[in-house]
């Protein structure tokens, strides 16, 4: 009588544990195979069992947090890297303004050059008026010297 007590009690001790253990292994299936990574383990034993699932939703919770920081690194990461891609797109901006600036540069250098060969030849034709000048003064002082002269002699 007692093995047979002792036999019903160790086959609904099994069958509770083989149950507990199915639960489990559909649980972590669930957990698997729908990626959510918030679902626990019920733990309603407290048997061996227990001592399972404890470590099991340990190890839930650390690959959570592990893909959370790295998903929260992840979004740090593309936006560092926008911001590079945009100082990226603006030194090649400026570059090209450089670029422009310097052909603008060379193209004024140019038109100053221009400026002051012109001027340096306006200066020579003023400098030959200035001359010129002198000379038709000088021409004109002696008309009126030879036509004051030529008044008084009369």
């Known amino acids: 009588m007692i093995i047979l007590v002792t036999l019903v009690l160790s086959i609904a001790i099994i069958k509770n544990m083989l149950g507990n253990l199915r639960n489990i292994t559909k649980k972590i299936d669930f957990i698997i195979s729908n990626k959510i990574l918030t679902e626990k383990i019920d733990v309603r034993s407290h048997d061996d069992i227990r001592f399972i699932t404890k470590p099991i939703n340990t190890f839930i919770d650390y690959t959570r947090n592990i893909i959370s920081q790295t998903s929260k690194q ?27 600036n310097k052909n603008l540069g060379e193209l004024n250098q140019k038109a100053v050059q221009t400026n002051v060969n012109h001027s340096q030849q306006t200066k020579a034709h003023l400098e030959m008026v200035i001359s010129d000048s002198k000379i038709t003064e000088q021409i004109i002082d002696s008309i009126y010297d030879n036509i004051q002269d030529s008044t008084r002699n009369h």
């Not at 992840?74 to 560092?80: A, D, F, P, R, V």
């Not at 945009?86 to 670029?99: A, E, G, H, V």
């Open 74 to 100: 992840t979004s740090e990461n593309l936006k560092i890297s926008d911001s590079f891609m945009n100082i990226s797109k603006n030194l090649s901006d400026n570059t090209s303004i450089s670029d422009k």
